[in-house]
């Protein structure tokens, strides 16, 4: 068991480095222009909301490695 | 630089010694109050006292105020209104048992000075990639980075001496960390929270004399996540807590919902004849860290603590590691 918590750790760590990337890569150059003073409140918002998601996915990939790894340790 | 060193230092003896000499006051004093709890892990009735959050936020108090007084930043003043907030919303449960709710939203108003004060850079840094800017969003996350924090400590808080044990690891990784990517003002800001933990931790370490209480823990996690905000380090922060996040992450998804940890009728480990920790097969019961842990086979408290010591150590390597990566640029 021990060694399957290692690995979570790891897959863990993995996740937020790549998912860090994503954010920099599809997040940083995001801008909204055209809607003049409402222009960095929409951005913050769309960013927002590619935030969450990428969070969400991440729960979603953290449960499905959890269930793949544990299921069998503890039935569940 | 000297008067720097010279503050760290004095801080962190002040907060060290703070802590190891009033515990045993404040144990006999809870003893006398009849404020202990019993220790189901142990064979025989064992009462401990409980919470020994008073002793800590002394220390911390002590030893920001120390440092303040040679470095007078507004991060210090933050961060040390953070955690005495982070405090009283804990010794509230302490005293009177509130609902699932009480603590995440009680937390989220000790976030507030770090906002009020601006003691933060809306950038959030990733390793390899460089950062992103996000005014707005930040403060959402100011917000909850403190309730995580706090919460994700508690929740490890389950056996004698984790919680103090491994706030001492995850503490002294944060400021080797905060060194690493030359933040020194934080980096000698955090350095206290290591030595108080690892003093409050001679008292904790099994067979306990004290237990921390949501007091004690949410003031190790609240300060924890101000340092992590204030120093620019969030996720280097979350790295080093992986395991405890581990085990919260386990338990929210088995339970599916913010409960308290007394609302919990199906047990998740259960003990044997001679006292060591086996997992339940009980399906309604929360997965958890421990549970996992002793899946294959029943291990004694003490060597549960230590599995969990070696997780810290291992995912405080991996923080210390992608503290290095923030220097680096894809």
């Known amino acids: 068991m021990n060694k399957e918590l290692y690995i979570f750790l790891f897959s863990m760590w993995i996740l937020v480095i790549l998912g860090g990337g994503f954010l920099v890569i599809v997040m940083g150059p995001l801008e909204i222009h055209g809607f003049e003073i409402y222009d960095l409140i929409l951005s913050s918002i769309v960013k927002g909301i590619v935030a969450i998601s990428l969070v969400i996915i991440w729960i979603i990939i953290l449960y499905k490695i959890k269930n793949w790894f544990f299921k069998k340790e503890i039935k569940f | ?330």
């Open chain 2, 1 to 330: 630089m000297s008067q720097e060193i010279i503050a760290s230092i004095i801080a962190c003896m002040t907060g060290f010694v703070v802590v190891y000499a009033v515990t045993p006051y404040l144990i006999r004093s809870l003893q006398k109050r009849n404020m202990t709890v019993k220790d189901y892990n142990k064979k025989e009735l064992t009462m401990v006292a409980r919470p020994g959050g008073p002793s800590i936020i002394l220390g911390i108090i002590a030893s920001e105020l120390i440092l303040y007084a040679f470095i007078p930043s507004l991060s210090i003043i933050a961060i040390l209104i953070t955690t005495v907030i982070s405090f009283f919303v804990g010794f509230i449960d302490d005293r009177k048992v509130m609902g699932g709710w009480f603590k995440p939203i009680g937390l989220v108003f000790a976030s507030l000075p770090i906002i009020f004060l601006g003691t933060y850079d809306s950038s959030l840094l990733f390793p390899l990639f460089g950062s992103v800017k996000i005014p707005l969003l930040y403060i959402g996350i100011i917000a909850i980075v403190i309730p995580i924090t706090g919460n994700t400590i508690n929740s490890i808080d389950v056996l004698n001496g984790v919680a103090s044990g491994f706030m001492t690891i995850a503490g002294f990784t944060l400021t080797i960390s905060l060194f690493i990517i030359q933040n020194y003002e934080i980096a000698i800001a955090s350095l206290p929270l290591g030595f108080i933990s690892l003093a409050f931790y001679k008292y904790h370490k099994i067979p306990s004399k004290i237990f921390p209480g949501d007091s004690g823990a949410l003031s190790l996690g609240g300060m924890y996540g101000a340092l992590a905000i204030t120093g620019g380090v969030e996720i280097v922060a979350a790295i080093a807590l992986l395991p405890a996040v581990i085990n919260s992450f386990l338990f929210l998804s088995s339970m599916k919902r913010i409960v308290e940890h007394r609302q919990i009728k199906a047990k998740p480990v259960e003990h044997t004849d001679d006292f060591r920790l086996k997992a339940t097969n009980e399906k309604e019961a929360p997965i958890t860290l421990v549970r996992l842990i002793v899946a294959r086979g029943p291990l004694s408290e003490k060597q549960i603590g230590y599995v969990i010591f070696r997780l810290a150590i291992f995912s405080s390597v991996l923080a210390i590691i992608t503290a290095f990566m923030m220097r680096v640029a894809i």
